[in-house]
């Protein structure tokens, strides 16, 4: 499995975009990114997948370079229940998750 | 559609005792997964089945065991409880289909103490 790097931490306000950067240095060729959410007390979620370029859903945005050596989930405008932890998996399959600590964002009034 | 239902939501128990989680599914998946939580923690792999009558252990299993009778039931059990199991136990499924379906369900979780 390709090891993640991913903030401990990210603050914000309600109404601003936010912007997670995941790095994954030995991603391998046909692993795929995905980016699930966690609110407290609950299991997480899914929230989008992608392999080049930008996925955009409902919810939010996954831009992945060229090299594929990182990605960014972007959350756009964000309220105050976008409060989460956000983590980012490498090249996993979906009976075998791998989770590490993730990002906690915290949303301010 | 009830997704996945795990229960029970919370449990004490004492050490040495042993218990069965549960966790039942409706979307006819045929994968399914427990994981544990620890405070700051991600979640870790406790053991996986990608069927009926098929089961492997993950990261931590030592001290669990499963079995998958139906595609609808996973049940967890804890042989011999210990201080060391407390924890939050999540439970997931998803259809598969490879990597670029990456998609699992997971439940509300079940929050254990072990006293």
């Known amino acids: 499995l390709a090891k993640t790097t991913q903030p401990i931490s990210m603050d914000s306000y309600e109404g601003q975009e936010v912007n997670i950067t995941c790095s994954h240095n030995?991603?391998?060729?046909?692993?795929?990114i995905t980016w699930y959410q966690q609110f407290p007390s609950q299991g997480p979620r899914f929230i989008i997948q992608?392999?080049?370029t930008k996925v955009t859903n409902e919810v939010a945005s996954l831009f992945i370079p060229a090299d594929r050596k990182s990605s960014t989930l972007s959350l756009p405008r964000v309220s105050l229940s976008d409060t989460a932890v956000y983590y980012c998996?490498?090249?996993?399959?979906?009976?075998?998750?791998?989770f590490g600590a993730g990002t906690t964002v915290t949303v301010r009034a | 559609n009830a997704g996945v239902t795990q229960t029970p939501k919370f449990q004490v128990l004492k050490t040495g005792q042993s218990m069965t989680l549960q966790c039942a599914q409706d979307?006819?998946?045929?994968?399914m997964s427990w994981y544990r939580q620890d405070p700051g923690m991600g979640l870790r792999l406790i053991h996986y089945?990608?069927?009926?009558?098929?089961?492997d252990q993950g990261e931590v299993p030592n001290g669990y065991n499963v079995s998958r009778s139906t595609t609808e039931d996973f049940p967890l059990r804890l042989l011999s409880a210990a201080p060391s199991q407390t924890s939050v136990y999540f439970c997931?499924?998803?259809?598969?289909?490879?990597?670029?379906?990456?998609?699992?369900?997971f439940g509300q979780g079940t929050r254990l103490t072990v006293v």
């Open positions: 997931a499924s998803s259809r598969g289909g490879g990597q670029g379906n990456t998609e699992a369900f």
């Open positions: 030995n991603i391998a060729t046909n692993d795929y």
């Open positions: 992608g392999y080049k």
């Open positions: 998996l490498v090249g996993v399959r979906d009976y075998k998750l791998s």
């Open positions: 979307m006819n998946h045929e994968y």
């Open positions: 089945s990608v069927g009926a009558g098929i089961t």
